[in-house]
């Protein structure tokens, strides 16, 4: 069994940063790829950033120069630095991260979401 949890959303003003946070627990052999999607109001999930295990990354083009995804592979977390944040950039975030297990069997699995709004 894995558990992820996502933490660090909040209220900022435009302009201001945040960091999310995600970490991942339990029958973990290796994390294969991570990466952070959004779901603004009223919109379908789109995906922000993306790591591999190796540090490659790759960002959605209203992101890119603003955000900066990166992990800890000794910690199994995934982190996701916002900066310069904007009205269009309130949304529920999530982590999604592809895991092989203890077992072999390779999965993905969604951590529960924390809303980021950004506000004056």
């Known amino acids: 069994q894995v558990q992820l949890v996502d933490s660090g959303g909040g209220l900022v003003q435009p302009g201001g940063s945040l960091r999310l946070s995600c970490a991942a627990s339990?029958?973990?052999?290796?994390?294969?790829?991570s990466g952070w999607y959004r779901q603004p109001p009223g919109k379908q999930r789109e995906l922000v950033a993306e790591?591999?295990?190796?540090?490659?990354?790759n960002y959605s083009d209203s992101v890119n120069g603003r955000f900066t995804i990166s992990r800890d592979n000794a910690k199994n977390t995934v982190y996701l630095q916002m900066n310069n944040l904007k009205h269009e950039d309130t949304a529920v975030y999530y982590c999604n991260v592809l895991i092989i297990s203890d077992y072999g069997n390779m999965r993905s699995y969604w951590g529960q979401g924390t809303q980021v709004t950004v506000s004056s």
């Open positions: 790591i591999t295990r190796g540090g490659t990354t």
């Open positions: 339990g029958s973990i052999r290796s994390i294969i790829a």
